[in-house]
């Protein structure tokens, strides 16, 4: 029998073996529902057998394992042993030893890491590869004789793969610089900066998983959120961390997460920048604080037949020493009337009254009017109505900046305001101010250059107890308030001590395609390193068209003729007529075939990308260059530029010669 059929047997193996864990998980489902207990203990146990039932039945029917570790001799702990390394552990039978070890576990860390300078004490490491399930080879690097192949056949292929549908895991690919960002601890928040087709977004994502596999009691109870730029996004990555065989992943984007009325008004530009200014955060806080009044008369608090008496100077301190303890404003309105209570307490009691908690509650009911008057209960609309009612004073902006934001015609109420988008982070910010938000044990932010600072601020009241992971490109910077510098951004993110790391090494854009961004870094707002690309054999094709539909549907055309997806990328005014075009030449969008704007194309790829006149991307606003460096970088394979008009002068390849 060779090897490879001897693989073939293990993988046979850990099917079997996965079926089986599968079967005794739903098994034990059942039988925990009937185990003697608390109801406390019973209801944790129910969760967790049913959590763990539904990862693996959610285990998609893939490779079982990737890469295979025979330690040398020389290894300290695992001299002569043979582990593989999957996407998940598999089990042996009868508590024999496990047929696959996680990709997260400490022993397969080598299988990154090792190299011929440092083996790690790995003799060999063998990488496989698959079509769909079946296992059609393999490759040995012989660590132990310092031969040492990091771009072989199977890993080439593995990542130059087409891809069509959502996002693929890479934890076969992954590279030493990734993978220590990876398995950086979970107290360590990390910014990085990252050049398309660096990984970036798979480290992050993959970060997750390892991070719930290595500290999975403090994270269940704090939970793992992902935050993507828009939904396209989310929906392209959504499918990572459940092949990981993560599940409980709070996956969703910033407006989804702070959606807590319904959007139906829009902005003026000069509003929306001044809405995301930092300054809002004082403009709110002062117009919430703002209605809180001082005492100005006695407190007489009726019992029965008798009255307790609180003094004007006694309730004035109250109320001070509660600002001064600087807890969020509905806490705060708690904390006065339980001072206020107590008072009135240690005069009853002194007077021989037996303060039981029936009394205490009445009393507590009783100073509510005054708490109304002093300390007003608010909700985060009625604050925000009177600021954008032009009603509250907010020395933070200049005359002009509070004209921007201020409604022409302000509501009766606030019930009658129709909300905008970036309403939506500043009544996030006062419902902070209020009371404190969810918090979660880690937080990975993705295109986190293009946040303001005020939803800056929004992650970061979710992360003040947990780490981030923040992942963008300054470069890619398309917003007008787009950051400019990464320990900037990451101070605004609550997180100033974070690691920043650039990824340089690009493995799914190739070199024909990163030569040409590469030409526009300096016409960006943006000081970030060259990509070095490690892929060669891309196709980069300019295609000058007297009619730029009709050059499109060629373009589309040849292109379909490639395995993998087609991306078309054009200026947002133009993308909808260019899609009407390819559907009356009867090129439908499907699975394959996008259409989209070039605002909604950032985090995406395609095998092949068609990029309709640059020109027009690169003069749409302030970011223009910005959002054509995205479009030109969303291709992995192959890239059509199609134009009628001119070129920016950057793309001029020499009379539209392709490449």
């Known amino acids: 029998m060779t090897a490879l059929d001897e693989e073939r047997r293990h993988a046979e193996r850990c099917r079997a073996g996965l079926r089986g864990m599968l079967d005794a998980a739903r098994e034990n489902v059942i039988v925990g529902e009937t185990v003697a207990g608390d109801r406390y203990s019973a209801e944790r146990l129910g969760r967790h057998l049913k959590s763990l039932a539904e990862e693996l039945g959610e285990e998609p029917d893939g490779p079982p394992f990737f890469g295979r570790l025979d330690f040398g001799a020389g290894s300290a702990d695992h001299a002569g042993r043979t582990y593989h390394i999957g996407r998940r552990h598999v089990g042996g039978e009868r508590g024999g030893p496990p047929l696959v070890i996680d990709w997260r576990a400490p022993v397969s860390r080598a299988f990154y890491r090792a190299g011929a300078r440092d083996p790690l004490g790995v003799a060999v ?3 496989f590869g698959w079509a769909g ?6 490759e040995d690097e012989r660590l132990g004789r310092g031969e040492e192949e990091r771009a072989g056949r199977i890993l ?3 990542i130059e793969r087409p891809r069509v549908g959502p996002m693929r895991d890479i934890v076969a690919t992954i590279q030493p610089e990734q993978d220590d960002l990876v398995r950086a601890g979970l107290e360590e928040s990390i910014c990085v900066q990252g050049a398309p087709g660096t990984g970036k977004t798979a480290v992050g994502l993959h970060r997750a998983a390892y991070l719930l596999y290595a500290h999975r009691r403090r994270l269940r109870r704090g939970g793992v959120l992902v935050l993507g730029p828009n939904r396209a996004f989310l929906g392209y990555v959504s499918a990572v961390l459940p092949a990981l065989g993560e599940v409980d992943v709070e996956q969703t984007t910033l407006d989804e997460l702070l959606a807590t009325v319904p959007v139906r008004a829009g902005d003026t530009p ?9 300054r809002m955060a004082r403009v709110l806080r002062e117009a919430l604080y703002g209605r809180i009044r001082k005492p100005v008369e006695p407190l007489a608090v009726p019992d029965g037949s008798a009255r307790w008496r609180v003094g004007e100077d006694e309730l004035r301190r109250v109320v001070d020493d509660t600002r001064r303890d600087g807890l969020p404003y509905a806490t705060a309105r708690e904390r006065v009337r339980a001072r206020v209570v107590e008072l009135v307490r240690r005069q009853a009691e002194a007077r021989g009254r037996s303060a039981t908690a029936a009394w205490l509650r009445g009393v507590g009911r009783a100073v509510t009017p005054f708490l109304d008057a002093v300390w007003p209960a608010v909700r985060p609309e009625e604050v925000l109505y009177e600021v954008l009612s032009g009603r509250a004073h907010a020395p933070s902006l200049t005359g002009a900046e509070r004209e921007a934001i201020v409604w022409a015609r302000p509501p009766r109420g606030f019930r009658g305001a ?3 988008a970036a309403d939506l982070v500043l009544l996030d910010e006062l419902a902070g101010l209020i009371e404190r938000p969810r918090g979660y044990g880690h937080v990975i932010v993705d295109e986190a250059q293009d946040l303001s600072p005020m939803q800056c601020r ?10 981030l992971t923040v992942l963008g490109d300054l470069a890619q910077g398309t917003t007008p308030w787009a950051a400019a510098s990464w320990p900037e951004r990451m101070a605004l993110l609550g997180k100033p001590e974070a690691r920043v790391v650039a990824l340089t090494a690009g493995f799914r854009v190739p070199a024909e395609v990163v030569e040409v961004a590469n030409r526009l870094l300096g016409t960006l707002k943006a000081d970030v390193p060259v990509t070095r690309a490690h892929r060669a054999g891309g196709r980069l094709r300019v295609r000058a068209a007297g009619d730029l539909a009709a050059g499109l549907v060629a373009a589309v055309r040849e292109a379909l003729g490639f395995e993998g997806s087609v ?14 075009a390819l559907r009356a030449a009867g090129l439908e969008p499907d699975e394959r075939l996008a259409v989209l704007p070039a605002s909604l ?5 395609f095998d092949h990308a068609v990029v309709c006149e640059p020109g027009d991307i690169a003069r749409s606003g302030e970011r223009g260059p910005n959002l054509l460096y995205v479009a030109l970088t969303r291709a992995v394979s192959r890239l059509d530029i199609v134009h009628a008009g001119p070129l920016p002068v950057e793309l001029d390849l020499g009379g539209g010669a392709g490449m």
């Open 125 to 127: 490491r063998r990488r």
């Open 156 to 158: 080439t292929a593995e």
């Open 418 to 420: 129709r909300w905008s």
């Open 133 to 138: 399930t079946v296992l059609t080879g393999y």
């Open 601 to 605: 194309a950032k985090g995406l790829e």
């Open 270 to 278: 000069d509003a929306a920048a001044v809405k995301h200014d930092a």
């Open 458 to 467: 929004a992650v970061a009241r979710r992360s003040g107890h947990g780490s």
């Open 567 to 580: 991306g078309v990328i054009a200026a947002d005014p133009a993308a909808g007529a260019l899609e009407e």
